[in-house]
C-alpha cells in the first residue's frame, strides 16, 4: 500500500518562501512521474506542478511558473516543492502525487490521496 506523508506547509506572509515535502513509502518511486496539487476551500483540486521520473521534465501551471519549483530525489523516495514570493491566492491544502498519470495540463493521480499539508498567506 502506498502512503505518502506530505510537510511543511504553514502560515507565511505574502512575499515568503516555503519548502514543502513528499515522504513516499511502500514502494520506490524511481518509476513514477509525481506532482504537486492544491485544492483552496470551493474550488477543485488542481495540478500546481509535475516531474517526470527522471526529473528532467517539469511542468507548471500558468498561476505558479516563475515561482514554485519542483523537484525530487529518487534515492530518498523524496518530492519537494520550493515555493516563492507566495500569494494569498496559493493557501490551500497542497498534496502530493505519488503517480501522475495524463497530458498538461489535465494531469491526475493514480493513487489514493494522502492528507496534505495546509499553506496560509496571510499579513
Known amino acids: 500500500q502506498v502512503q505518502v506523508v506530505e510537510d511543511g506547509g504553514r502560515l507565511v506572509q505574502p512575499g515568503g518562501s516555503l519548502r514543502l515535502s513528499c515522504e513516499v513509502s511502500?514502494?520506490?518511486?524511481?518509476?513514477?512521474?509525481m506532482g504537486w496539487f492544491r485544492q483552496a476551500p470551493g474550488k477543485e483540486r488542481e495540478c500546481v506542478a509535475a516531474?517526470?521520473?527522471?526529473?528532467?521534465?517539469?511542468y507548471y501551471a500558468d498561476s505558479v511558473k516563475g515561482r514554485f519549483t519542483i523537484s525530487r530525489d529518487n534515492a530518498k523516495n523524496m518530492l519537494y516543492l520550493q515555493m516563492n514570493r507566495l500569494k494569498p491566492e496559493d493557501a490551500a491544502v497542497y498534496y502530493c502525487?505519488?503517480?501522475?498519470?495524463?497530458?498538461?495540463?489535465?494531469?491526475?493521480?493514480?493513487?489514493?490521496w494522502g492528507q496534505g499539508t495546509q499553506v496560509t498567506v496571510s499579513s
Open positions: 511502500g514502494r520506490t518511486i524511481y518509476n513514477y512521474a
Open positions: 516531474i517526470s521520473r527522471t526529473g528532467d521534465g517539469r
Open positions: 502525487a505519488s503517480d501522475v498519470a495524463g497530458t498538461a495540463p489535465d494531469y491526475y493521480q493514480k493513487d489514493s
